[in-house]
């Protein structure tokens, strides 16, 4: 039996802060961190937004990154190096904005990666990078959710992306995914659950029926899930009274008080107490979204702080944007049975950590989070 180090890390880097070349420096900074901390000799870094809002004109210098990253001194141990980027935008009806990278230490002997179109597995070896619409590459499986989805709401570039893997002799999936957002905090809070979770619901149900149809492998599915705290629950919760509601805005109030002012792209607490740093734990009581599939994925206990929205101004990196709720938008799921390949110690789950990375640095809107853990194997032979 063998142990190994895995690293999952989700982060969505739609937004740069106001100094894009120091924020790329202090997100490589956090990412080395992260890596030299655990260890790990698997690594699965999945980005949502890839090129940022603006992609038309940022993707090429967003692919640099990617290669100054594949060719950094850090990940020199990191022999092996597979690349999935979607990022052909002329392809309106199939854009996702989605690229995984996979990062294989030079110890691990007996790593293959799936051919979908072979349907076997091969080996890896080397770096290579996949780029374009993806759609000709054998070793990734990517869907845009379809445009008639939703009449109702416009949207772009959400889909989610597999790859399928067998490291000695485990095999599971990992999907990257960006779900929909939420485009109005009045709309979000007309309901509970909200159209927009609602949204999210069938998203993510047509996801999962995706994945058991095809093979059902054990999987570890993490991205942007774009969950939201439940609005109208929590501000019930408060006993705050809306003390001016129009089309535009809603106030809420205590006691004669301003607890938080609301507009469709604004959400300013006045120092309300619910929003206070001392108090996050509460807010993971309205965190309501996964819920509906626990019996179908399953997540480490959260004991980290909101993940979304940060401000982009770098001398302000923890501080919250006043444009959203904060929420766990970027979370690390698993099915049950990729719950099983967490290793467990005398202790339980000792090894398992679940994190946030860069809590003191401006790493845009989202603050990247991580999954580490130890998965038991049966090391096999070079043949
Ligand atoms: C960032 O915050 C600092 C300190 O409050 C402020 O002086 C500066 O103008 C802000 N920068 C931008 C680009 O808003």
């Given amino acids: 039996m063998e142990s190994l180090g895995v690293l999952l890390i989700t982060a969505n880097v739609g937004s740069l802060c106001d100094e894009p070349e120091e924020m790329e420096k202090s997100w490589l900074q956090e990412f080395y961190k992260t890596v030299q901390d655990h260890q790990p000799v698997f690594i699965a870094l999945h980005l949502q937004e890839f090129g940022g809002k603006t992609y038309q004109e940022n993707m090429g210098s967003a692919e640099n990154f990617i290669r100054r990253l594949m060719q950094s001194e850090e990940m020199s ?62 070793t990734v499986h990517k869907e845009r959710f379809p445009q008639d989805f939703w009449l109702e ?35 979000s809070i007309d309901c509970s659950p909200s ?18 149809d095809d093979c059902n492998a054990p999987f570890f ?12 629950s ?10 001016d509601r129009d089309g535009h805005t809603a106030v809420y109030e205590q006691d004669g008080e301003v607890q938080l002012i609301m507009k469709c792209k604004r959400f300013e607490h006045q120092n309300a107490k619910v929003f206070q740093d001392e108090n996050e734990h509460m807010l993971l009581r309205f965190d309501h979204e996964p819920i509906p599939f626990l019996s179908e994925l399953t997540e480490v206990q959260i004991s980290f702080p909101p993940t979304y929205p940060f401000s982009e101004n770098v001398s302000k990196p923890s501080e919250f944007m006043g444009t959203r709720c904060p929420a766990w938008c970027d979370r690390v799921f698993m099915s049950h049975a990729a719950r099983a390949l967490l290793q467990k110690g005398k ?25 580490y853990f130890e998965m038991e194997t049966v090391d096999q032979p070079e043949n």
């Fill in 221 to 232: 599915l993490f991205g942007d899930f774009n969950f939201r705290l439940d609005l109208k």
């Fill in 153 to 187: 709401f416009a949207w772009t570039r959400k889909g989610f992306m597999k790859t399928r893997w067998l490291v000695n002799d485990r095999m599971f999936d990992l999907v990257n995914l960006h779900l929909f957002h939420d485009a109005s905090n009045l709309v």
């Fill in 195 to 212: 159209v927009y979770s609602t949204n999210r619901r069938r998203a993510l149900y047509h996801v999962l029926t995706r994945l058991k």
């Fill in 347 to 371: 202790h339980g789950e000792t090894c398992v950590r679940y994190g946030r990375i860069g809590g003191d640095v401006c790493m845009g809107d989202h603050k990247p989070v991580f999954l």
């Fill in 77 to 138: 141990q990191y022999n092996s190096i597979q690349s999935f980027i979607d990022k052909d935008f002329t392809q309106a009806e199939k854009f996702t904005a989605l690229a995984s990278v996979y990062f294989i230490h030079s110890s691990l002997r007996s790593v293959h990666i799936y051919d979908f179109q072979e349907k076997n597995f091969v080996p890896v070896s080397g770096h290579t990078m996949w780029m374009g619409s993806l759609e000709d590459c054998p």
């Fill in 234 to 243: 929590l501000i019930q919760a408060q006993g705050w009274s809306s003390s």
